[in-house]
Nanobody, 121 residues
Framework: QVQLVESGGGLVQAGGSLRLSCAAS????????MGWFRQAPGTERELLAAITWSGTYTYYGDSVKGRFTVSRNNAKNTVYLQMNSLKPEDTAVYYCAASPGGLRMGDFTSWGQGTQVTVSS
């Protein structure tokens, strides 16, 4: 099991940037794929970005492609989500999650508590 704690959320104006961090503990972090998700009220949880344990493969959802960048530092047990050109529709609770296997939604078995991101127009 991996324990995850997100930070870096907050209020930002449209067009601005934020960087989310996810600190992990647990001995499997360095072999887990990591993902960033978000969920707005009344919507389903959405996979935004994911990165394999080595960092050599990344995935981005269409809604964030070209604006968000996922990265990880295994020496620091931390994964990041750099969010640029933020839009009001990016407002949601953002979660990081760990997967010991693949990058499908159901593969992610450990979740953080979430951090709120609010983008004002």
């Amino acid at each position: 099991q991996v324990q995850l704690v997100e930070s870096g959320g907050g209020l930002v104006q449209a067009g601005g940037s934020l960087r989310l961090s996810c600190a992990a503990s647990g001995r499997t972090f360095r072999t887990d794929a990591m993902g960033w998700f978000r969920q707005a009220p009344g919507t389903e949880r959405e996979l935004l970005a994911a990165i394999t344990w080595s960092g050599t493969y990344t995935y981005y959802g269409d809604s964030v492609k070209g604006r968000f960048t996922v990265s990880r530092n295994n020496a620091k047990n931390t994964v990041y989500l750099q969010m640029n050109s933020l839009k009001p529709e990016d407002t949601a609770v953002y979660y990081c999650a760990a997967s010991p296997g693949g990058l499908r939604m159901g593969d992610f078995t450990s979740w953080g508590q979430g951090t709120q991101v609010t983008v004002s127009s």
